[in-house]
């Protein structure tokens, strides 16, 4: 299913994966972000996506006119977690609804993990 955004000279369909990736490059946009992981960790492993991939730690779910994001990130270490989580959810819903004109229903953060940025 698709973000749907009707006008009076007809619809307009925007794809999930359009979505994640507008997600995903808005959170990386934060201070404190190292990276995504895949959306389920294998054994307990968590691997960092390449920028070509980073859409793949993105979850999107469409409702009728709503969005739900869930985000699989790396958080850097000495950062305070909660600030980092809240402002990628700022983040993420200011861009979205601004340029799909959809609304953001909820963002959830899954920090899978915690590195050492060099």
């Given amino acids: ?7 009076k000279y007809g619809n307009i369909y925007i794809d999930k994966e359009v ?11 934060c201070y404190g972000i190292v990276g995504f992981s895949y959306k389920s960790k294998v054994d307990g492993l968590v691997e960092l996506l390449k920028k070509e ?9 469409i409702e009728e006119d709503t969005v739900s994001i869930e985000l699989f990130v790396i958080i850097q270490y000495g950062t ?8 990628i959810i700022d983040r993420v819903k200011y861009t979205l609804e601004k340029m799909t004109s959809l609304k953001v ?6 920090v899978q993990g915690v590195r050492v940025n060099k």
Avoid: H, W
Wanted: aromatic share 0%; proline share 0%; charged share 20%.
């Fill in 80 to 87: 305070k977690i909660s600030v980092v989580a809240d402002n």
């Fill in 105 to 110: 229903r909820k963002i959830d953060i899954n």
């Fill in 19 to 29: 979505i994640a990736k507008i997600a995903s490059q808005a959170s990386t946009e």
């Fill in 53 to 61: 991939n980073m859409s793949n730690g993105v979850k999107v779910e």
């Fill in 1 to 7: 299913m698709s973000g749907t955004i009707a006008n």
